[in-house]
């Protein structure tokens, strides 16, 4: 039976914002564990972005990723056969890794599935409660590099409270998750759990304001070729 094929902000020449406070989560197919859809297109095998979150006990299905897999844990303790990576942990499984993902005491994590570009085939494992930050473009401003491969890279960025970025613009787009304070550009203000996709040569002046804000951003993958499943 052919499967349906979902579509969900893929338009990437568009900016997208989705607020924490409208969430919305879908059932997987496993019990337990829901899903907050971000992006997608395909069917369950597809390009896609979302929040997925773990009951306690809840477990998948052994499952190969093709087009690999990039993981930020954001709460509790996600689990498969390789080990156990509480919140703050960084993976990349690339493409032709397998697992069987668990928690025991549930979890919560940000996914990215069918984003890798050829050749990218490094596995990531990092604790970034524990690594090694460095000091960011302007005075405020620390940044944890997570990965690069080809221009495309993730990093961690913290801001201090009343930090003004200078404005720049992202010529292969900036995908943002808030996962601490407010982070604010003169488009708007976005709270912990919000997602953003600026499309490629976007501009904005990013700042905080008393809160300050840590976020996870991605730079570089908009319009760059990726991996595609053979299905779609």
């Not at 924490?20 to 297109?41: T, Y």
């Not at 499984?93 to 668990?102: E, I, K, L, M, Y």
């Not at 302007?138 to 990965?147: E, F, N, T």
Request: net charge negative.
């Amino acid at each position: 039976m052919q499967q349906t094929i979902t579509r969900l902000h893929d338009d990437f020449a568009q900016r997208v914002v989705v607020h924490a406070a409208k969430a919305l989560w879908s059932p997987s197919p496993q019990p337990g564990v829901e899903r907050r859809m971000l992006d997608r297109v395909g069917t369950e095998v597809g390009r896609a972005t979302s929040i997925v979150r773990y009951a306690p006990g809840s477990a998948f299905s052994p499952h190969r990723h093709d087009g690999g897999e990039e993981i930020l844990v954001l709460d509790g303790v996600f689990s498969d056969e390789h080990g156990d990576y509480p919140a703050g942990t960084y993976l990349r499984n690339p493409p032709g890794t397998a697992h069987r993902p668990h928690s025991r005491p549930g979890c919560s994590i940000f996914v990215k599935l069918w984003q890798f570009a050829p050749g990218d085939t490094e596995a990531v494992c990092l604790d970034t409660r524990q690594a090694e930050w460095h000091r960011g473009l302007v005075p405020g401003l620390s940044v944890l590099p997570l990965h690069e491969h080809d221009g495309i890279s993730s990093a961690l960025v913290r801001w201090a409270p009343h930090t003004h970025f200078n404005p720049h613009m992202h010529p292969g787009g900036e995908e943002i998750l808030v996962l601490e304070g407010v982070f604010h550009d003169e488009d708007g203000e976005y709270p912990a759990g919000s997602w953003l996709r600026n499309p490629r040569w976007s501009r904005h002046t990013p700042y905080t304001d008393e809160e300050g804000a840590l976020i996870y951003v991605k730079v570089g993958h908009l319009g760059a070729t990726l991996l595609i499943p053979d299905a779609q």
